[in-house]
Structure formats: structure tokens, C-alpha cells
């Protein structure tokens, strides 16, 4: 299994790159790079669908699962994470044997606990 910041410079750096000009595209031309992404990761019908959050309160997680290889679940999953967030939030497509575990972090506790550089301001 990858470690995180293998996933990163693997999967969602070189997607970050073209974020700029996906976001000027029509919408068409946006559901046809999500097709050609979803292709590009697909393996026996699924793909690992990860994603990153952070809440108000700072506490920062990251999960992943899959789901099927289909751009009306991936956009499904997509609108999920958007509903549900209550931050920052971030998602990135991978192959199915490279889900990102559950991983989470207080920010704040860490900050209060053990004099860790996280700020929190009101």
C-alpha cells in the first residue's frame, strides 16, 4: 500500500496542474476529462475514489474507497463530498488497489497537547 505522500506526487499533483484550465472549461468539456480520468485509473469496473477534509474545528482526515468506474457514481460521490463537507475539502481518483486509508489528525488538541506550530484563530 502507497504511503501518503506517494499518493500525492502520484495521483493528485499532476492532476492539480491542469485544475486552472479544467475550471475555464465548459461543462461538457469538463465531463469528458473526468471520463478520460476515470479510464485511466478503471480496473475490473472500479476505481479508488479518495478524498481529504478539514472541519472548523481543524480536525483533518483522509479516506477513500471504491466505486464503480461510471461518471454518474464518480460525479455522484463528487457532489457527496460537497454536500457533507464542512470545510476544506479535496478528492482525487486512484486505482482501486490504491485507497487511501482512514487517517485523521486534531489540529487543535496537537496544538494544546503537545505545543505543536497549529494556530487556531477566532
Not at 499518493?7 to 485544475?19: A, D, E, L, S, T
Not at 486552472?20 to 461538457?28: A, F, K, L, P, V
Not at 470545510?87 to 482512514?102: F, H, K, L, M, Q
Request: glycine share 6%; charged share 30%.
Amino acid at each position: 500500500m502507497m504511503n501518503h505522500r506517494e499518493m500525492w506526487y502520484k495521483y493528485v499533483q499532476p492532476n492539480q496542474r491542469g485544475r486552472r484550465e479544467r475550471e475555464d472549461q465548459s461543462e461538457i468539456a469538463q465531463r469528458a476529462a473526468l471520463v478520460d480520468l476515470i479510464a485511466k485509473y478503471e480496473r475490473d469496473g472500479l476505481i479508488s475514489f479518495n478524498t481529504a477534509q478539514m472541519d472548523c474545528d481543524c480536525a483533518k482526515w483522509t479516506s477513500g474507497g471504491t466505486v464503480p468506474a461510471v461518471p454518474v457514481a464518480v460525479e455522484k460521490a463528487i457532489q457527496d463530498l460537497y454536500d457533507g463537507a464542512e470545510g476544506i475539502c479535496s478528492w482525487w481518483i486512484a486505482a482501486p488497489e490504491d485507497v487511501a486509508e482512514y487517517r485523521r489528525r486534531d489540529l487543535a488538541l496537537e496544538a494544546f497537547e503537545d505545543g505543536h506550530p497549529h494556530v487556531v484563530h477566532a
